[in-house]
């Protein structure tokens, strides 16, 4: 048996890449093929890349994609890039595929991923896991078109490809994205909730802990509270979702709870003398002037209960993976 992992990236995102593929291999207990979907990757980045498998029975394609296909995406004002929306086009260059798991190369996998490829999602076009759904910034279209209490993060998906080919092919999800692209927010996100959204699995929260469930527990909400604390507690795969992401925001009052998973990944990789030049160069003085900017801009926001419980909640963190020493 082996499992099949899709994901994207370009040169930016090789170390972060790196990082996602050592903890996978290191957690997995049955081969992995990877195919990384890609334009313009360098043949230094993918020596790199193919260093990770060596000695390894897992396999790495470099999958080539047409990157005009995507420019119907508008992504100048977003932290996204235009790779997520690469996967797209898995239907059509891997037609011999039945199923795969899509994983973003900005998280980690703590967890054995054959747990994930194991769960039966039946006939349904993939199995997801619940994101917040934005009602603040949602327009009136936006909530006509996307149901909130089944809106999915696209991060880390369980793709069943076969069912998927009898309904989409790359053109069908191109033409979604035109057609709909004027009332859309989070693109190729919005394009996948919209084209699946009639036939979805929903998954634990701990196969894509967000950003958001570290930084609050909604009131309005599909999930329990306690489904969010155990998932916090002991997650499967830790996505570092928007835009402070560890080899930005190493640490400090904009950090992310577990950024030290990152780097404790990293080092495993050849990118593991980054960790020291990201964390030399976001120094002490760094995390003072970042905390000034912040209680500069909302002053009152250290008087309210949230910032302190917020404070108390990354001091136990800090804790636990500490005495954990990122193992499971």
């Known amino acids: 048996?082996?499992?099949?992992?899709?994901?994207?990236?370009?040169?930016?995102?090789?170390?972060?890449?790196?990082?996602?593929?050592?903890?996978?291999?290191?957690?997995?207990?049955?081969?992995?093929s990877f195919y990384i979907l890609q334009n313009g990757l360098t043949g230094e980045s993918c020596k790199i890349i193919e260093s990770m498998f060596a000695g390894s029975r897992c396999t790495v394609e470099f999958l080539q994609i047409?990157?005009?296909?995507?420019?119907?995406?508008?992504?100048?004002?977003?932290?996204?890039?235009?790779e997520t929306a690469f996967r797209f086009s898995i239907v059509d260059l891997k037609p011999d595929?039945?199923?795969?798991?899509?994983?973003?190369?900005?998280?980690?996998?703590?967890?054995d991923l054959r747990e994930l490829w194991d769960i039966d999602i039946g006939d349904c076009y993939?199995?997801?896991?619940?994101?917040?759904?934005?009602?603040?910034?949602?327009?009136?279209?936006?909530?006509?078109?996307?149901?909130p209490e089944r809106y999915f993060n696209a991060g880390v998906l369980v793709l069943n490809l076969e069912r998927i080919r009898r309904d989409f092919r790359t053109s069908t999800f191109l033409e979604l994205a035109i057609r709909n692209r004027d009332w859309m927010k989070l693109h190729d996100q919005d394009v996948l909730n919209l084209a699946f959204k009639s036939n979805l699995k929903f998954l634990p929260l701990r196969w894509n802990l967000i950003t958001y469930y570290f930084e609050q527990i909604p009131?309005?909400?599909?999930?329990?509270?306690?489904?969010?604390?155990?998932?916090?507690?002991?997650?499967?795969?830790?996505?570092?979702?928007?835009?402070?992401?560890?080899?930005?925001?190493?640490?400090?009052?904009?950090?992310?709870?577990?950024?030290?998973?990152?780097?404790?990944?990293?080092?495993m990789t050849p990118y593991a003398e980054q960790a020291k030049t990201i964390m030399k160069k976001y120094g002490a003085w760094r995390c003072f002037c970042a905390r000034m900017r912040f209680w500069w801009r909302r002053p009152v926001f250290f008087l309210r209960l949230r910032y302190w419980r917020a404070r108390a909640e990354r001091l136990v963190w800090k804790s636990y993976w500490k005495q954990e020493r990122f193992t499971k």
């Open 1 to 32: 048996m082996r499992i099949h992992v899709i994901t994207a990236a370009n040169n930016i995102f090789v170390p972060p890449l790196c990082a996602t593929i050592a903890s996978v291999l290191k957690n997995i207990t049955t081969p992995v």
């Open 66 to 82: 047409d990157r005009h296909m995507f420019d119907v995406f508008d992504l100048e004002k977003t932290h996204t890039t235009v």
């Open 97 to 111: 595929l039945k199923k795969a798991i899509y994983l973003d190369c900005d998280l980690i996998v703590r967890a």
């Open 126 to 147: 993939a199995g997801v896991i619940y994101d917040q759904f934005d009602v603040k910034s949602a327009g009136q279209k936006y909530f006509e078109m996307l149901d």
């Open 219 to 267: 009131r309005r909400l599909y999930l329990t509270r306690q489904e969010i604390l155990d998932a916090r507690k002991n997650p499967a795969i830790v996505h570092y979702s928007g835009r402070n992401k560890p080899w930005i925001y190493p640490r400090g009052i904009y950090a992310h709870p577990l950024a030290p998973l990152y780097f404790h990944y990293l080092a």
